[in-house]
C-alpha cells in the first residue's frame, strides 16, 4: 500500500490517502484538491510534490 500525507503539500491539511498504486493516490488527492482546496487542476508541479511524498506502508 502507498500512502500519502496531504499536509506535506498543504500546511495544516490533516486528510491522509491509502491506495495500492500512485495513480490510484493522485486521483483521490485530485479530487480532494478541488473538494478541499478549491483546486480545479492539479499542475504538473503538485502532481510532482505528491510523487515526493507518497510513502509505503504496511
Ligand atoms: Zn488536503
Redesign the pocket.
Known amino acids: 500500500m502507498k500512502k500519502f500525507y496531504?499536509?506535506a503539500v498543504?500546511p495544516g491539511?490533516q486528510?491522509t490517502f491509502l491506495a495500492d498504486s500512485e495513480e490510484q493516490i493522485l486521483a483521490k488527492v485530485a479530487t480532494?484538491?478541488r473538494e478541499?482546496?478549491g483546486m480545479e487542476e492539479v499542475g504538473d508541479e503538485v502532481v510532482a510534490q505528491v510523487r515526493a511524498n507518497i510513502r509505503e506502508t504496511g
Do not use: E, I, Q, S
Open positions: 496531504c499536509g498543504v491539511c486528510t480532494h484538491a478541499a482546496h
